[in-house]
Structures are given as C-alpha cells and as structure tokens.
C-alpha cells in the first residue's frame, strides 16, 4: 500500500530460548538518570492527538502511563476517538493467546482507517512485539503498520515516532538486550491511584509463560529510586500506591552491593504519609519471615495478599516448575493466616495445563477450599511458543478444559460469596475511587482487603477514605450506607 517491502527481522532478536535466556544475567545491570526529550523533538506533537490502546497487566498498564508522558511532553494530546487521533499505539500482551487474536483483530480494523488517512502514525508495542514471530506475522499481513518497538526501549518513543513519520519503510526496534533501567521518565498518572515500578523482567521460567522473554531478565530498581517516587507521590496527595514487579519477592535479590529485599522495602515505605500501599505479584517461593512480619504491622501496608498458586497438585505445580509443592504453599498461608488473621487472599489458576488428571485438577479444587481464596483470575492453559511447555502434548480437550474452568469458577464464586457475607453489619473503611458504572448517584470503593463496595453519596467524596457500614452482600459486590465522620476526620491528604 504504502510501498513497504517485506523484510526479514529475525537480526532483531532470537525466538524464545530457554537454554540461551537462562545464560543471561551476568552482566551488570546499568541505571541511566539522564533521560530527556530533546529540545527540537518537544514541538513535534503540538496540535496533534495520539490514542494508546492498552492490553495485559498493570505493567503494561504503566507503561502505557509512560508513553502518555513523552508524548505529552512531546505536545500531544489525548483522545478517545480513533477519527481524531494522529498517532495510535497499541500497548500489547502476550501472555495466551487470545490476547494476542484480540490485538491482531484490532489492526484488522485499523487498516481502513489507515487507508483513508495514510497520514496516521500506527505503532505496535508491549510485550507481542518481543515475539519474532508477531514481528513477521505483521510485516506479512498488516504491513500497514508504521512502528514496531518493545518493552526495553519505550523510552526511545520519542526518536521513533520520529523515524516513522519520515521513513516510508516500517521502522522496527526491538531489543533483546536485557535492558537497563531508565529512571526519570516522565508519566501522566490520572487518579488518585498510582503505580510504581520497584523492578523489572522475571527470572523465574515458569515452564508455560513467555513474559520472562518479553520482559528480560529480573532486575530492581534502586530503593533510593523507588523511595523518592513514592515519597514524591505522597506529597502530590495520591491516597494508594501499587508496587509492581512480575514477581515482587524477588526484589533486591540482583543487588550486588547491597542486602536489601522487598521487606526491608515495605518497612520503610510504611514509614511514608501514604494511606494505603498494595504489592502485586507475590511469587509463593520467595516470600520470606521478614515480608510476613513487616505485613503483619499493617498501618498504610494493606492486608491483601495477592498469592499465585497455578495448581494444587504438587506433580503439575512441578512440570510448571513452580518450585514449591502443595504443602509448602498451604504452610505459607498458614503462616500469613496466623500472623494477619483477617489477610484476604487472590490467586491465579491455570486449569488444563499438560497432562493434568481429574484428579490433579481436584486438588486445585481442595486447595482452593481449603486456603478460602476471596477471588482468581483463573486461565485456561495457552500454548506459547518457544516456552517449555509447549513442547509438552497438549492432551487435556478443549471441552474438558473449559468444564474445569468452569466447575472451578463455581467454587470461586461460592468462596466469595461465603466471605463477602461475613462482611455483613461490618464498618470498613474504603477508598472511594468514583461514581459505579450504572449509576453516578452511587460510589464505588475498595476496602483495605482490595473488596469492592458500592454506597450512596456525594462525588465530593471521591478520593477519599470513609467508613461505610456493609448492609447487604453479593457474590462479587458489597453494598452499604456512609457512616456520618466527625468533621475534618478521615480527609484526603
Ligand atoms: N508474575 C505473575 C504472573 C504474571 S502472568 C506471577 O507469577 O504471579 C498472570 C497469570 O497469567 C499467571 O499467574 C498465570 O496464571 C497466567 N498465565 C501465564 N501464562 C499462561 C499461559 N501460557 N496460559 C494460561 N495462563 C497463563
Ligand atoms: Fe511468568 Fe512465572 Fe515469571 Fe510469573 S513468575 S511472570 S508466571 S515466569
Ligand atoms: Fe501480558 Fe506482558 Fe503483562 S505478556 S501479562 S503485558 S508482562
């Protein structure tokens, strides 16, 4: 259409490898603190509008946070609507497949638009761009796209779009480097809500999951980093900071020069002026003493632990190569059960994984029960290629993977149901995020333990932390009344 050949990317990265990733990590990891936007690429958005759809987790979330901050920096605007917007980018996510179809069926409608206005920058990133097999598939059949990037370079945005608008080629920068850690990015951050990143990649190789590919190997950002941000975010008012890492345990555990993890990190955030801090995701295997003792103060840390299990059945848990057995889960909640009776525990499940029995599936079934999860997010097992496990026979049928889903579903839903009742006549205090979706007149709020709770109120509530008094329980909702706070009590910093 617009005169771009096919080429051949595969200089741009190797396919997921197992053997080559695992020899990763020896050399050291380089912080860079000098990031800007050069003076003469500031104006190259004014007037303009960009559009950035975003899939996957909330890292991809905050990139997207990211982006939004070059571009606005860069003079752009933001926009909705897909007829106004001069540049779209699609922030991708490849954890299972229908991530990916969902993003592929995207740029099948984006091509009309693309063709009515050639004029119109559409980039592809997140984490299908680290795939070398997505980088061809769009070269072939969507060759309309004009920029690819990944997930270690979104900090060259700026320079990129510029190389788009000028090259006639598709411009595609991918770097299976590991990738260092950029510091002093810009971020447009909405809400009183905000995430901090406190490291990067996985090192982990879950026999299933691409994302150590996708994302690098693990890598933490500086506490010294981490804490001005926070602090930095405590005195712009923001009431709930969400530490993200793929696996937060892990933390510091790649500092040479220094014995510092995630609980000493925790300890001294709860020292910060910030309502509420969250972690999310907790790998079960390095969450030590130290972590469950410094929770158990509670304060601003909230007691919402966050705990992917995948499996009950330790031999599955084992071709996962999850590292840890059924037990030695079911002993760790113990443990955060004793130290924080009233923790609320999620998790993430995979049903159908290769070769998983009846039985085996049971065992997901019993330890759900017996650990009293509040709620999953709960996935049918997706091959991806190049990972461990897709080279193992995919021998569970698809109807019977869908029935477990489903029959576990069920046994979520009834979990939740059972907790959210015992909330019943209760005072909680909730973080009021907005009007609920089908009605303005009533707010929608979280509870410490991250529980969702709708009540009748004034929007100048939002933002805030009131005490609410639960009057009647749903599977997957609360509802309750305002308890009238004395005057002043309670307001947003
Ligand atoms: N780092 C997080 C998980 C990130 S991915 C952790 O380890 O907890 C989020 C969830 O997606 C995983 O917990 C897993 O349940 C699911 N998932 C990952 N790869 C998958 C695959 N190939 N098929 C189905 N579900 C998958
Ligand atoms: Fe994937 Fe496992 Fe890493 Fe989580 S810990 S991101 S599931 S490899
Ligand atoms: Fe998806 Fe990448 Fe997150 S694969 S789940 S967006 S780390």
Known sequence: MNGKAEKDYSQYFQPPSLADAKKRGKEEIQVHYEFEIPPEMRGLGEGKFYMIRTYGCQMNEHDTETMKG??????????????QADVILLNTCAIRENAEDKVFG??????????????????????????????????????????????????????????????????????????????????????????VNIMYGCDKFCTYCIVPYTRGKERSRR??????????????????????????????????????????????????????????????????????EVLSRKG???????????SGSTEVLKRMSR???????????????????????????????????????????????EVQFDSAFTFIYSPREGTPAASMEDNVPAEVKRDRLRRLNDVMAEL??????????????????????????????RTRTNK???????????????????????????KGELVEQPEGAKQAI
């Open 70 to 83: 070059m571009l606005e920096m860069m003079g752009y605007r933001a926009t909705e609507d897909k007829q």
């Open 106 to 195: 995207e740029l099948g409608h984006l091509k009309a638009l693309k063709a009515e206005r050639p004029s119109l920058v559409l980039g592809v990133c997140g984490c299908m761009s680290q795939e070398e097999s997505v980088v061809q598939r769009i070269s072939q059949k969507h060759p309309f796209v004009d920029l690819i990037f990944g997930t270690h370079n979104i900090h060259r945005l700026p320079q990129l779009l510029q190389e788009a608008f000028f090259s006639k080629e598709m411009v595609v920068e991918v770097w299976s480097k590991e990738g260092d850690i950029i510091e002093n990015l810009p971020k447009k951050r909405e809400g009183m809500r905000a995430w």
């Open 223 to 292: 506490p010294q980093d981490v804490l001005a941000e926070v602090r930095d975010l405590a005195r712009r008012g923001f009431q709930e900071i969400t530490l993200l890492g793929q696996n937060v345990n892990a933390y510091g555990k790649d500092f040479e020069d220094l014995d510092y993890t995630f609980g000493d990190l925790m300890d001294d955030i709860s020292k910060i002026d910030v309502p509420r801090i969250r972690f999310t995701t907790s790998h079960p295997r390095d969450f030590d003493d130290r972590l469950i």
């Open 300 to 310: 601003n840390l909230m007691e919402h632990i966050h705990l992917p299990v995948q």
């Open 323 to 369: 590292k840890y057995t059924r037990e030695r889960y079911l002993e760790l909640v113990g443990k955060i059960k004793r130290a924080i009776p009233d923790a609320i525990l999620t998790t993430d499940i995979i049903v159908g994984f290769p070769g998983e029995t009846e039985e085996q599936f049971e065992e997901t079934l019993s330890l759900v029960r």
């Open 416 to 445: 939740s149901r059972q907790s959210n009742e015992r909330m019943q006549g209760q005072v909680v205090d909730v973080l009021v995020e907005g009007e609920s979706k089908n009605n303005p007149d009533v707010l929608s709020a």
């Open 452 to 478: 969702l709770v709708h009540f009748r109120g004034s929007r100048e509530l939002i933002g805030r932390i009131v005490d609410v008094k639960i009057t009647e329980t749903q599977t997957w909702l609360v």
